[in-house]
């Protein structure tokens, strides 16, 4: 996902602290006491501009929703849409996903989403990809048993790559869906790739998949 360079970014991001969280070490162990309600965390990595995850919390009021992008001038887009909405679920957080644990403690996470993630096709750039194993590690760790990851991609050579990677990694997928559309859920929340890339007709593909207990 492309940006403009932003330089009123950071400035803005610092006066958003209702939504940004600017210290997220902070609250490892302790991201209930950020929202409302105590109730299931999800979080979206590379959450881009926001649709998603302003359409799930509008969508499911019983979960808390955390949005982690690691490029300020694009997560900026996603604090504007929430500033504007006010939903008291959804929390941001610019930051790497490569440092989950330090953000999170073991148990805290319920669901994963992936969304479109960029696809790094060349070979060399595989630890890249948000379906590496040492990535995988990571969600592990912070899952609470039975916690889902959920992967939706127009990309098939990352999809290939992932169902081998989770594979290779003990998951057991849950759902395999090469069309995702054709399946008409009317749950399914549109992120604005899969807008974009849905209207020039491209399949979209999903896996939920599980880590095994312990
Ligand atoms: N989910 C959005 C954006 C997809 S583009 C959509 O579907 O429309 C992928 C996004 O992931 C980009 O915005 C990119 O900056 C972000 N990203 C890539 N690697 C990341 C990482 N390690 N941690 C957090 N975000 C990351």
Redesign the pocket.
């Known amino acids: 996902?492309r940006a403009r360079h932003k330089p009123w970014a950071d400035d803005y991001l610092k006066e958003q602290t209702t939504y940004v969280e600017l210290n997220p070490p902070l609250y490892k162990g302790k991201w209930q006491s950020r929202f409302n309600e105590n109730q299931p965390i999800h979080i979206?990595?590379?959450?881009?501009?926001g649709?998603?995850i302003t359409g799930m919390a509008k969508q499911s009021p019983n979960v808390n929703f955390i949005a982690?992008?690691?490029?300020k001038s694009?997560i900026v887009s996603a604090v504007q849409k929430v500033v504007e909405q006010e939903p008291d679920n959804v929390k941001l957080i610019n930051?790497?996903?490569?440092d989950l644990r330090d953000i999170f403690s073991e148990n805290e996470v319920d669901c994963i989403y992936l969304?479109?993630?960029?696809p790094w096709p060349k070979n060399k750039h595989e630890k890249?990809r948000?379906t590496y194993a040492a990535f995988l590690e990571q969600y592990q760790h912070v899952l609470k048993p039975g916690g889902e990851l959920v992967l939706?991609t127009d990309n098939k050579g990352l999809f290939e790559y992932s169902l081998v990677s989770f594979s290779k990694f003990g998951l057991v997928l849950d759902e395999v869906t090469l069309d995702l559309h054709a399946l008409n859920e009317s749950t399914n929340v549109m992120?604005?790739?899969?807008e974009k890339f849905a209207a020039k007709g491209q399949p979209i593909y999903r896996c939920r998949a599980k880590f095994p207990n312990e």
């Open positions: 996902m979206e990595i590379g959450a881009g501009k649709q998603f982690i992008e690691v490029v694009i930051f790497d996903a490569k969304n479109f993630s960029d890249r948000l939706k992120t604005e790739y899969e």
